[in-house]
């Protein structure tokens, strides 16, 4: 991100834009700023902090709208907030490439070795003869320019020659005429846009202009800013020819007539596009020479006895809208208009409607729709028609996925591009496209709204913090900086994969099971493939010791099938060769002989698990809480057995599964591993090697992200690597390829649920009953302590009487883990699921049903006894009442029932959310030491992962060590260094998990410096009366001349009172929803959180705002599904989308909440990692408001005879194809023919 940021500083700097930046800001602007991170990835913040930080360099910023303004004193001037950043300066910090090296790459390098050889031609000639040198070489070969195309075919073949186009001029050129615009094939993505949207260098037309900017403008929404500069139109274009690759660029060009030229041999051909794609795929001695986009006139085959106008647009659904996704279609439209005087209407002719990306070989375009509305005057009737015949031709072959959204895509693009023409007023004056774009459709002709004051923001995102300081515990409750967040920004920070190999060196793979449920007769490599480097292939047979995958509390899992595999994604075997390539691809080639004779069918859903009784042991099982025959007998109404499901979720760290392990002396072993309990890797891998733990150490510094899918699953991969490198007397490391950790990583439970609920006619629950399954997978990892953790988050509303049915199935799927929030996130959408029914069944307002279903501290000391505290601890009343105010709720509710009624394309929803989330405490160790120099060192069981665990430790250290109270103790927190976990330094470590190991770490080194301030006090006083005034490096000094200890350890153990506490927030989302697409935008959510007294409330506000948007993607957009047989197949970034930048909420506020003190928690504190991700279902059910209204809507044009039920049942996640279908995959069809027969 640091890098797509500085890339954007210069380019801005390079700009002609006269006005100059204020001192200290760049030419970039806010906008320009926000965009300039889009595309990249990022799981732990939310984006907010970041796109803050990117608007800070910004010449336009506002001072005020940056989150900074949180921590900073009220009042100052921007003058002084202004001295706090530090100044851009762009002669200082701007680094252009070399002009000798410019000089030297302007000829490309030829390259050889005995295995590859690199060609870099500078002519057509020479690349002529290359390409015959191949033919007749017999080797293998590939043509590239930026080599993208590997991001996407995951290529396992090994290429002897690699031929680089950049070079030859040809191919570079960018040439505009009046005839259009001609750009190279080896032109980058990146420039062509540039050429496409420069000022009118060719002379071209208005009209003429708009198509080059409009298909300039979609290729912005192509991959990312990175492909887009590396990446060539040819390339795309070869893509989309030869591997029917889904291209955007094929599709926009499709429509505007197009010419390519190719070489092949020593012939050139022209070819239209619509040929090109056309041919059989071309072999790999063609070669695209250039694509000439031609200039468009109105004029062009119109007569000149009308006003005569071009049209042209272009159109793509996909889950992110500013790219980085592939798109479900696209489509592009160019249409020359007549405006006709009697009969008055607009008349089509010479249309090119092409589409793309939507489950077929390549774009093409729809001739018959074209033929049909050539020449016809416009109206619904004729549209109508032509939807009907476009409805035979857009048809998505066999195998492709949501193909019935796919096809209405279609039409409502179609619909979206001609109804302007049809229902509003066009203003054809300036020889421009007045008035014509997709807006207007999102509004009743004859209906104007006023919004007032409810404007959302046109930037990707804005937002709103409110915090409190607590100067209390200095420096704890200040807003510090996350230790190392320098370092990593600056791509310092040492992660596993980042520590230098160790001499010899080994490299290691997984070679996993394909088949749920087989015996393994032997496992061999592909007949001719013969993969290169391999060293030795490590299976059950050869671990020394026991078979141990992971041994924890709730039991023990293999590390390798030892003859029978049960599930879809075990671990067979692991390849060890010389480079990880070489490993990953050997895995990729190994075939394993299964045999599935006699062994009874593998159990593939819950409902199988529970015909055969396949079920795992509750850890904890929760009471159930009143009397449920009661309490339906008191109901007014019941609803029996009504049933939801819910999916999983991938972790998507940004750092996937790695280990290193080292052979050390005397039989020992050290192994670094990225892991969230290195105490159970430890115990496990001696288990596995059959030696003592004391013959073992595992270290971890930090975590690249962990939400739980490093706890277990990373056991395994650590083992793995010890048990070869024990084998093979080497070291031997592991980085796992995205694709294999998300098909062995497991993710989020999913969940069968089936709820009967009785309740009054006021709306108040008399008694609710569940009966959930839970997908447990094939082994139990951590699957125990879901009931506790689903009822801990159930019990956030009173139902009166609560009873449940919780079984964990056991199945020959992929074993299922912790996922942050695991269980509780689940809970609580099954929570609103049961409030929105009950709200359907009665009509009523679902705030309303909210409202009254909200807990008394008496009922909440019922259901949570202990840990409800006392009634003044009991914020959510407050919460839910302050939130309303500060969100403007009540008004914003009446605003989106006005914008309803008066559009008909786009409909919005809002949404009020509470939650009650029970945190349960866990032992932790410290170990805190003070060195020679005053400097401190300390070492908790708490793992680093990202949450800013180490900077609450140095803060907690700062503190507790200040309590000494001499000269200098003020200004400790510079001297802590928190340092990385080792196993035989500080023991019983247990797992990070839970959202409370930084406030225990935090409560285990304050017990270490209590200790050691017990031990100074008595020195200090002495020195004190001998000298007076007394500085911290002196009294450590002399602390050492007189041996007093320094260094403490510590064991944290909660109490039962101490063990249970609540966290309460509440939270406000509105979106809207597009009707055409599907497309769920986020236009505003408002948070209030209890975090206590915060130990850093920078910190938790990232941690609010980051597991909110990670709860956004399990809600919205995130699909991890498997096929048949269990095995992932959204197992890559291109099927597995996590939020961006460009999906979080347009305006984001967030307000921590002091709830006081409370000497049951660590100094007041609250726990921030969790909870705030079972806000998100806000989000899903204002999206199900919305639907609601677009079906109401629905329902009027279909006629009385049309059944409709307010009850909306919306998957998760709620994908547009999803939001889609429930809007009504043929609202374009219905509306039209309501249209026609009212006309």
């Known amino acids: 991100m640091c890098v797509s940021l500085y890339a954007s500083l210069v380019n801005a700097d390079k700009t002609n834009n006269p006005a100059e930046p204020s001192p200290g800001f760049s030419k970039l602007t806010v906008s320009e700023a926000e965009k300039s991170i889009a595309g990249n990835l990022c799981r732990c913040t939310g984006y907010r902090p970041i796109v803050d930080a990117c608007k800070s360099f910004a010449t336009d910023v506002d001072m005020e709208d940056l989150g900074f303004n949180s921590f900073w004193r009220k009042g100052e001037s921007n003058e002084v907030k202004l001295s706090r950043l530090a100044p851009y300066n762009c002669n200082y910090v701007t680094r252009v490439f070399p002009e000798f090296l410019k000089k030297e790459t302007a000829v490309g390098p030829n390259l050889g070795s005995e295995r590859y050889h690199w060609y870099s031609p500078v002519s057509l000639e020479e690349l002529q003869c290359l390409l015959q040198m191949e033919a007749n070489g017999g080797t293998s070969m590939k043509i590239i320019v930026g080599n993208t195309g590997m991001g996407y075919y995951k290529e396992l073949v090994h290429y002897d020659k690699y031929i680089d186009l950049r070079y030859i001029p040809e191919l570079s050129i960018v040439r505009k005429d009046s005839t259009g615009i001609e750009i190279g094939a080896a032109v980058m993505i990146s420039k062509a846009i540039e050429a496409l949207k420069e000022e009118n260098e060719g002379g071209f037309s208005k009209e003429a202009k708009l198509v080059f900017e409009k298909i300039g403008d979609h290729m912005d929404k192509i991959a990312s800013k990175f492909i887009r500069n590396s990446g060539s139109v040819g390339g795309n274009l070869m893509m989309a020819q030869r591997k029917h690759f889904p291209s955007d660029i094929a599709t926009i060009l499709l429509s505007v007539d197009t010419i390519l030229e190719i070489m092949t041999g020593e012939r050139r051909l022209k070819l239209t596009l619509e040929e090109f794609l056309g041919r059989p795929p071309l072999d790999s001695k063609t070669v695209l020479l250039s694509i000439k986009i031609p200039c468009w006139e109105s004029s062009r085959d119109i007569s000149s006895d009308a006003c005569n106008k071009l049209f042209f647009e272009t159109y793509r659904a996909a889950p992110r809208p500013l790219g980085n996704a592939l798109p479900y ?3 592009a439209f160019l249409a020359q208009v007549s405006l006709c005087k009697n009969p008055t209407g607009f008349m089509l002719k010479n249309c090119r409607f092409a589409f793309g990306a939507y489950g077929t070989k390549h774009s093409i375009r729809v001739k018959e729709v074209e033929e049909f509305l050539y020449g016809k005057l416009l109206s619904f009737g004729v549209l109508y028609e032509a939807i009907k015949l476009l409805e035979t031709l857009v048809i998505p072959e066999d195998g492709t996925s949501t193909p019935a959204y796919r096809s209405s895509l279609a039409v409502g693009f179609l619909f979206e591009f001609l109804s302007p023409l049809i229902d509003s007023p066009i203003d054809f004056s300036d020889g421009l496209v007045s008035g014509f774009n997709s807006t207007s459709l999102s509004k009743n002709s004859n209906q104007q709204l006023d919004l007032g004051q409810i404007e959302f923001p046109t930037l990707l995102s804005s937002s709103r913090q409110v915090i409190q300081l607590n100067k209390e515990y200095h420096p704890v409750g200040e807003p510090t900086i996350k230790t190392g967040a320098i370092l990593q920004a600056s791509g310092e920070a ?33 007949p001719g493939s013969s993969p290169k480097g391999v060293i030795a292939l490590i299976t059950s047979k050869d671990i020394p010791g026991l078979n141990l995958g992971s041994k924890i509390v709730f039991g023990t899992e293999p590390l390798y099938a030892d003859d029978l595999t049960e599930g879809v994604g075990q671990r067979i075997a692991f390849v060890v060769a010389d480079t990880q390539k070489n490993a990953d691809i050997a895995a990729d080639l190994a075939v394993v002989d299964y045999d599935k004779e006699n062994l009874e069918p593998p159990i593939l859903s819950v409902e199988e698990a529970v015909e055969r009784s396949s079920f795992y042991a509750p850890f904890f099982y929760p009471e159930q809480c009143g009397d449920f025959s009661k309490g339906m007998a008191e109901a007014d109404h019941r609803i029996l057995n009504s049933q939801i499901k819910l999916g999983s979720q991938y972790y998507f760290y940004m750092e996937t599964q790695t280990a290193l392990a080292v052979p050390d002396e005397d039989n020992c072993m050290v192994v670094y591993s990225s892991i969230q309990c290195p105490e159970f890797a430890h115990d496990t891998i001696a288990g596995c090697l059959g030696v003592p733990a004391h013959n073992v150490r595992v270290k971890t510094r930090r975590l690249g992200g962990g939400f739980g899918g490093k706890a277990v699953k ?21 980085y796992m390829d995205r694709k294999t950790d998300m098909i062995m990583s497991g993710g989020r439970h999913p969940m069968k649920i089936t709820y009967s609920v009785g309740f009054k006619s006021s709306g108040k629950i008399t008694a609710l009953k569940l009966d959930i399954l839970i997908d447990s997978g094939m082994f139990v990892d ?10 801990g988050s159930l019990k956030k509303y009173d139902w009166g009487a609560l009873s449940f049915d919780i079984k964990l199935c056991k199945t020959n799927l992929p074993s299922r883990a912790a996922m942050r929030a695991p269980g509780d996130v689940q809970a609580s959408y099954i929570a609103e699921v049961v409030i929105e029914h009950i709200a359907s069944t009665l009509s009523m307002d ?14 909440l000391d019922l259901f ?3 840990a409800a505290g006392e009634p003044s601890e009991y914020t959510l009343p407050s919460i839910w009442d302050k939130l309303a105010t500060t969100s403007s709720f009540y008004h914003r509710t009446e605003m989106v029932k006005e914008f309803n009624r008066c559009h008909k394309w786009k409909k919005r929803g809002i949404s009020r959310v509470p939650i009650v989330h029970e945190v349960k405490m866990r032992s932790t160790p410290g170990k805190v030491s003070i060195l020679r120099d005053g400097s401190i060192v300390v070492e908790v069981g708490g793992i680093e992962m990202g949450q800013g665990l180490w900077t609450k430790v140095k803060q907690m250290t700062a503190y507790g060590l200040g309590l000494v ?14 340092i990385e976990a080792d196993t035989l330094s500080v023991i019983q470590g247990g797992m990070t998990a839970g959202s409370t190991t930084s406030e225990s770490s935090c409560e285990a080194v304050r017990l270490c410096c209590k200790v050691l301030v017990e031990r100074l006090v008595p020195l200090k006083q002495r020195l004190m009366e001998q000298i007076g005034s007394l500085e911290w490096e002196t009294l450590i000094l002399e602390a050492y001349r007189n041996s007093v200890n320094l260094s403490a350890s510590s064991l944290y153990v909660p109490n039962f009172s101490t063990m249970h506490y609540l966290n309460y927030a509440a939270a406000v989302s509105e979106v809207e929803v597009n009707l055409i697409t599907g497309e769920t935008t986020i236009l505003q959510t408002d948070i209030i959180y209890d975090c206590g007294e915060s130990l850093n409330p920078a910190v938790d ?11 956004i993607g399990f809600f919205m957009l995130e699909e991890y599904t498997t096929n048949s047989d269990g095995l992932v197949i959204t197992n890559n970034t291109w099927t597995y989308k996590i939020p961006t930048v460009d999906t979080i909420p347009k305006q984001f506020n967030v307000e921590i909440f002091n709830s006081g003190n409370h000497k049951n928690r660590v100094l007041s504190s609250k726990a921030s990692g969790e909870p705030p991700l079972t806000l998100a279902v806000s989000v899903h059910c204002a999206t199900r408001a919305a639907i609601r209204e677009a079906r109401r809507q629905l329902v009027s044009w279909s006629g009385p005879n049309e059944a409709g039920s307010t009850l909306v049942q919306l998957e998760v996640p709620a994908t547009m194809p999803v939001v889609k279908e429930l809007c009504g995959l043929d609202s374009v069809q219905k509306f039209l023919q309501w249209t026609t027969a009212k006309n």
């Open 329 to 331: 279609l696209n489509a």
């Open 494 to 526: 040492i992660y596993i994969d980042d520590i230098p190999s160790p001499k010899d060196c080994l490299y290691g793979a997984f070679i996993y099971s394909l088949e749920p449920r087989a015996r393994v007769k032997g496992i061999k490599f592909n």
């Open 714 to 734: 990373s056991i395994a991969v650590a083992s793995a690597c010890a048990v070869a490198a024990y084998k093979l007397n080497r070291p031997v490391r592991i």
């Open 782 to 791: 951590v699957s125990p302590i879901l009931p506790d953790h689903m009822l």
């Open 846 to 859: 679902v705030d309303s049903v909210r409202n009254i279903n909200l807990h008394t501290h008496n009922s």
């Open 864 to 866: 949570f006894a202990s």
């Open 965 to 978: 109270k001499c000269g200098g103790t003020q200004d400790l927190l510079e001297k802590v260094r928190v």
């Open 1101 to 1111: 506000l990232g941690q609010i705002e980051g597991a909110y948007v990670q709860g």
